[in-house]
């Protein structure tokens, strides 16, 4: 894979973080404690959806 392939699919990848990592955070109170999680988790959750980390 080459230097431009790699930054485009990190570019990616953080365009997908950042969109998940801001849905996670307006989901609605309710929604969020049906899914046993908290909104302050949403930062870890996404990475974890997105890196596989």
């Given at each position: 894979?080459?230097?431009?392939?790699?930054?485009?699919?990190?570019?990616?990848?953080?365009?997908?973080?950042?969109?998940?990592r801001?849905?996670?955070?307006a989901?609605?109170?309710d929604?969020?404690?049906?899914?046993d999680?908290?909104?302050?988790?949403?930062?870890l959750m996404?990475?974890q959806a997105?890196?596989?980390?």
């Amino acid at each position: 894979m080459s230097m431009i392939d790699r930054l485009q699919t990190g570019f990616q990848k953080r365009r997908q973080f950042n969109r998940t990592r801001r849905e996670l955070r307006a989901m609605p109170l309710d929604v969020a404690l049906d899914l046993d999680m908290a909104r302050e988790d949403a930062d870890l959750m996404a990475r974890q959806a997105v890196y596989g980390r």
